[in-house]
């Protein structure tokens, strides 16, 4: 309240936490690991015609250590996911994981003993992209859900580790 009576509205409140769950949402750093056809779209996303950069999240960084978003996009073979899990690991927290494809959610057609069917089962999932291929647009959608969880300070991570420890 101003000095003459009027309501003066120069300046707001907020938490510092808030402040910066903003800006991780406006400022994700994606690792692509595209294994299979999947890649291919995410590669399509990344380009001018649909211009990842407008959601502030165009610099791919292929160091998990200095990324927060894992996008995973194609088959994972059961010799291939310690190299996926290690990966995740090798992210600093807070960290998001995008999961492209039929084939990266549920191991798609190919229900066999070397793939495997889901990644969901060994690294938690923020954000599911259904399709075969998904399209460019399905990709941006999901990458508009993880800037909402961003903002909002949501991490599958979080309860994923506890439901681990509480089951061992
Ligand atoms: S979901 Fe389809 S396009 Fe994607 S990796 Fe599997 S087979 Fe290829």
Do not use: H
């Not at 990842?52 to 010799?79: M, T, Y």
């Not at 990266?104 to 599911?128: C, M, N, R």
């Amino acid at each position: 309240m101003g000095l003459s009576g009027q309501k003066s509205f120069d300046f707001a409140t907020t938490r510092l936490d808030s402040i910066i769950n903003y800006c991780r949402g406006a400022s994700l750093w994606p690792m692509p690991f595209g294994v299979a056809c999947c890649a291919i779209e995410m590669m399509a996303s990344y380009m001018p015609k649909y211009d990842s950069s407008r959601f502030g999240a165009e610099v791919l960084k292929f160091s998990p250590r200095q990324s927060d978003l894992l996008i995973v996009s194609g088959r994972i073979s059961l010799k291939m996911m310690p190299v996926l899990t290690r990966i995740w690991e090798q992210m600093p927290e807070p960290k998001w994981c995008m999961s492209m494809g039929a084939c990266a959610s549920s191991g798609g057609v190919f229900d066999t003993y070397a793939l495997v069917q889901g990644i969901d089962q060994f690294i938690p999932v923020d954000a599911y992209i259904p399709g075969c291929p998904p399209r460019p647009e399905a990709f941006i959608d999901a990458l508009m859900m993880i800037q909402e969880k961003a903002r909002n300070g949501i991490q599958r991570s979080r309860d994923f580790t506890s439901a681990a420890g509480a089951g061992a």
